[in-house]
């Protein structure tokens, strides 16, 4: 049987080097990052968007700080 698309994300991962505070990931996935008083997003975990939600928000950083990796432990974005 083939595996469900969602919840493959097992792990997300923001670069606070990498993070320059734009907030895009927010504003597409707001119940998965917040931003902290030093203006850098951070994760809350557990997260509350689904694998599409979240794989948008990685999209949207225009820095690519956003790193996700799937159950089986592989990156899959960037
Ligand atoms: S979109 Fe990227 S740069 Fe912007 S707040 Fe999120 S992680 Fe930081």
Do not use: F, H
């Amino acid at each position: 049987m083939e595996e469900p698309k969602k919840n493959r994300i097992a792990k997300i991962i923001v670069d606070r080097e990498g993070c320059i505070g734009a907030a895009s990931c927010v504003a597409v996935a707001g119940r998965t990052y917040y931003m902290d008083d030093e203006n850098k997003a951070v994760v809350i975990e557990p997260w509350g968007d689904d694998d599409e939600m979240v794989l948008l928000s990685a999209q949207a950083c225009p820095t690519l700080a956003i790193r996700l990796i799937d159950v089986d432990g592989n990156q899959i974005y960037p």
